[in-house]
């Protein structure tokens, strides 16, 4: 099956900094990678994905980039704010759409 | 956007009895629902995968005895914890499968067994 790494574990980051977590995948059949946004007592809401036809992929200050050949996508968070803080967990699914996570990124944003 | 109610958000059991959350699509029609458990500062785990009219299939090392699963109609699927023993504590999350557009989780459920 399926097997997602993410790094870091813990980030700390000063407001307005970037924060950046990686993750990679083994499974090459791989073609759906969401991000997801995790708040304490809470369901994971979806903040960005992308497919496997697309390298990279914005939305305001949220972007993330995918290299198919490598097989590792990232997360970038620009411009943090004090409410980015949470625990973030990117995913990877394929045909059987069975979503497979990564361990999880708990960011603090230190205003 | 669409979204999938999970209700109770959270429940404290004794030990022995059973537990059923539900999770209802609102405004969208959910072929699939995944169930997940989360320990505290762990990632989620998925449990079972269910097709609305069939019976759910469960990942290795799942009890489907005891964790019921049943998706009768299109926008309902629930999970029975049967029989709930302290170690069954966690967070249950269940997720619809949106085709095109992705998955919508719920807000969770935070089930205590004491």
């Known amino acids: 099956g399926e097997n997602v790494e993410q790094h870091p574990s813990t980030l700390s980051v000063q407001e307005g900094d970037s924060a950046v977590i990686k993750c990679t995948y083994s499974d090459s059949a791989s073609n759906y990678f969401p991000w997801y946004k995790q708040e304490l007592g809470k369901g994971p809401q979806l903040i960005i994905d992308?497919?496997?036809?697309?390298g990279e992929k914005k939305d305001q200050r949220i972007a993330v980039t995918l290299n198919k050949t490598a097989k590792h996508f990232s997360l970038h968070i620009t411009e943090t704010q004090p409410e980015d803080s949470a625990v973030y967990f990117c995913a990877a699914s394929s045909h059987d759409y069975k979503l497979s996570f990564g361990a999880g990124t708990t960011v603090t944003v230190r205003a | 956007g669409a979204v999938v109610s999970q209700h109770p958000s959270w429940v404290i059991c004794k030990s022995g009895t059973s537990v059923k959350i539900e999770c209802r699509s609102l405004d969208f029609q959910a072929t699939t629902m995944f169930w997940y458990r989360q320990f505290p500062k762990q990632s989620l785990m998925l449990m079972a995968t269910?097709?609305?009219?069939?019976?759910?299939?469960?990942e290795q090392g799942v009890e489907k005895d005891k964790f019921l699963i049943n998706h009768a109609s299109l926008t309902l699927s629930t999970l029975t914890v049967t029989s709930a023993h302290p170690e069954d504590s966690s967070f249950y999350i269940c997720s619809a499968l949106l085709t095109g557009s992705g998955y919508t989780f719920g807000s969770g459920t935070r089930l205590t067994v004491v």
């Open positions: 992308i497919r496997s036809n697309v």
């Open positions: 269910s097709n609305e009219g069939s019976k759910a299939t469960y």
